[in-house]
């Protein structure tokens, strides 16, 4: 019996069996960090000046504006402090009273990376262990997910084919089965330089995340019920960045954080990777809103296929 959701359903699955991208709490528990709070396919730089506007996105924002107000014609500069060895890893936290209830971005899906391990690029949402209803769920991870390779979602691609796309909750610290392992939205299928619309947020007790290939309008949904458990972390990552990696920048574009309090020190990151470039952040009027025109990450040892900084 085939159990998994129709294309418009907002179902968690639950397929544990299958391997899912690493969250435990040692993956992205870090300290905090000194000075802070607590290729052929390649895009241009000029295409994705332009690229993840407004139209067409999910949130219907007027052109050229979100949250924080006109954006302006060129990204502002790299962001500063922070840095950890490394790379892969961009991290914005609230501050310890105050909580993530949104997150929405434009990933440029990158080139086919060499068909020997998995990849997963992804923005996310998660909670901090001091946050309040931790418990019993624990440390698990709203994560939209783009995947190379098989895993997490039952009608993944098998093998080294091509991209695709599903939000993911992973969970590996609960004992509850609602919750314990991988759940998947059905697979979105993605190419190399196609846009795909993110869209993570809160409505009442449930998360909402969905992912849609602007290019062809093939979407995947996942809801997920966490029984206000807060989330105080959010994260645009790779991973694994071992047996495989991305063989070019991984770019988001118009990226907004949301809270649910003012609260601009939280558009500054905590944790950004040697490698990793992040716009200056502009900040909306009532402090809830954190946009970010341009964020790139940079797997270890991989050419850089934009002229962002570093």
């Known amino acids: 019996m085939d159990d998994r ?34 290729t052929p396919t390649a895009v241009s730089n000029a295409a994705f000046a332009g690229a993840g506007g407004a139209a067409g996105s999910l949130a219907e924002r007027a052109a050229n504006e979100d949250e924080c107000g006109a954006v302006p014609p060129q990204p502002a500069g790299n962001v500063s402090g922070g840095f950890v060895n490394g790379a892969g890893m961009i991290e914005y936290d609230v501050n310890g009273s ?38 019993p769920i624990g440390n698990g991870a709203l994560m939209s997910v ?4 098989a895993v997490c979602s039952a009608d993944a691609p098998g093998g080294y084919s091509n991209w695709w796309a599903a939000p993911m909750y992973s969970n590996l610290s609960s004992a509850d089965p609602q919750y314990s392992g991988c759940h998947a939205g059905k697979v979105a299928h993605v190419e190399p330089t196609q846009f795909v619309d993110i869209d993570i ?21 996942l ?12 994260f645009f990552a ?22 649910d309090g003012a609260d601009p020190d939280a558009c500054a990151p905590v944790i950004r990777g040697t490698n990793d470039f992040a716009s200056k952040p502009r900040v909306s009027v009532d402090g809830k809103h954190c946009c970010i025109d341009r964020i790139v990450l940079r797997a270890a040892r991989v050419t850089p296929t934009t002229t962002d900084p570093p």
Not at 12 to 33: C, D, I
Not at 238 to 259: C, G, R, W, Y
Request: no cysteine.
């Open 5 to 38: 959701p129709d294309e418009n359903s907002s179902t968690a699955q639950n397929v544990a069996p299958v391997a899912a991208p690493e969250v435990s709490a040692g993956t992205f528990a870090r300290a905090p960090v000194a000075g802070t709070r607590s």
């Open 146 to 149: 783009l995947t190379w390779g």
């Open 201 to 221: 947020h809160l409505e009442g007790a449930t998360w909402i995340q969905k992912m849609v290939n602007r290019s062809t309008g093939e979407a995947s949904e």
């Open 98 to 135: 105050n909580v993530f209830t949104g997150l929405r971005t434009t990933l440029v899906v990158p080139a086919t990376p060499e068909p020997n391990g998995p990849v997963y690029v992804w923005p996310g949402i998660q909670p901090a262990p001091s946050g309040s209803s931790f418990q």
């Open 238 to 259: 790779i991973a694994p960045q071992t047996a495989n990696k991305p063989t070019e920048d991984i770019v988001f574009t118009h990226s907004v954080l949301t809270m």
């Open 223 to 234: 809801s997920l019920d966490l029984k206000g458990q807060e989330q105080g972390r959010a």
